[in-house]
Nanobody, 118 residues
Framework: QVQLIESGGGLVQAGGSLRLSCVASGNTFGIATMGWYRQAPEKERELVAEVGRFGNTIYTDSVKGRFTIFRGGDAVNLEMNALKPEDTAVYFC??????????????WGPGTQVIVSS
């Protein structure tokens, strides 16, 4: 099993910056990709960014050039710059498994709120 502990959410003014952190524990050898999703009220959960085991990254178009995802050890961080009100959402840390090691699994953090004011 894997547990994900998130931190760094909060309230920030538009144009400001925030860093989200997520630390994984448990069977971390089994993790392949780690990343962040977000869900705004009454909207679908969407992928924000993710980074694979070998450093490959994916960003949703709306955050490219503003957000940077990086990982080290058992942690993944999301540096968010030039924040906009539309970035307001609950952000969820996510990890999925190395299928060749332990089969297909995924894990979620409990979510951390990010509010960007005008």
């Amino acid at each position: 099993q894997v547990q994900l502990i998130e931190s760094g959410g909060g309230l920030v003014q538009a144009g400001g910056s925030l860093r989200l952190s997520c630390v994984a524990s448990g069977n971390t050898f089994g993790i392949a990709t780690m990343g962040w999703y977000r869900q705004a009220p009454e909207k679908e959960r969407e992928l924000v960014a993710e980074v694979g085991r070998f450093g490959n990254t994916i960003y949703t178009d709306s955050v490219k050039g503003r957000f940077t995802i990086f990982r080290g050890g058992d942690a993944v961080n999301l540096e968010m710059n030039a924040l906009k009100p539309e970035d307001t959402a609950v952000y969820f840390c996510h990890a999925d498994s190395r299928v060749e090691v332990m089969g297909l699994y995924e894990w979620w953090g409990p979510g951390t709120q990010v509010i960007v004011s005008s």
